[in-house]
């Protein structure tokens, strides 16, 4: 039988602001080098570190939790002038959590 993959939680946040003004940043530039820098790359990683923070300061730290939360909610976020959509950032915010605990997100492992 397939074992189920275990969740990845955060450490409790020592500054959820903090945490947010770097995935701000590391989401835009991550946006900017991935496709083409937009003006609009602004506002979405700005609006995706929003959310985080405040799913953070309310006590969620699961990963898989915290990017449900970015997709529900950058449904709601205009999308119409960039290439990206919720589903995009939201895995792109995960991948970054995910370097930044130091874990291979290569082939599984």
């Known amino acids: 039988m397939v074992e189920p993959i275990p969740p990845i939680t955060l450490p409790p946040p020592q500054d959820a602001v903090q945490e947010g003004q770097w995935l701000q940043a590391s989401l835009r530039r991550w946006l900017d080098e991935e496709f083409l820098p937009e ?44 290439f990206y959509g919720e589903f995009a950032i939201a895995n792109a915010v995960s991948d970054l959590l995910l370097d930044s605990l130091g874990i291979d997100r290569c082939c599984g492992n």
């Open 39 to 82: 003006p609009v790359n602004v506002k979405i990683a700005q609006r995706a570190a929003e959310i985080f923070v405040r799913q953070r300061l309310e006590g969620e730290n699961d990963v898989g939790e915290l990017a449900i939360a970015i997709v529900t909610e950058m449904q709601a976020f205009d999308f119409s002038r960039s």
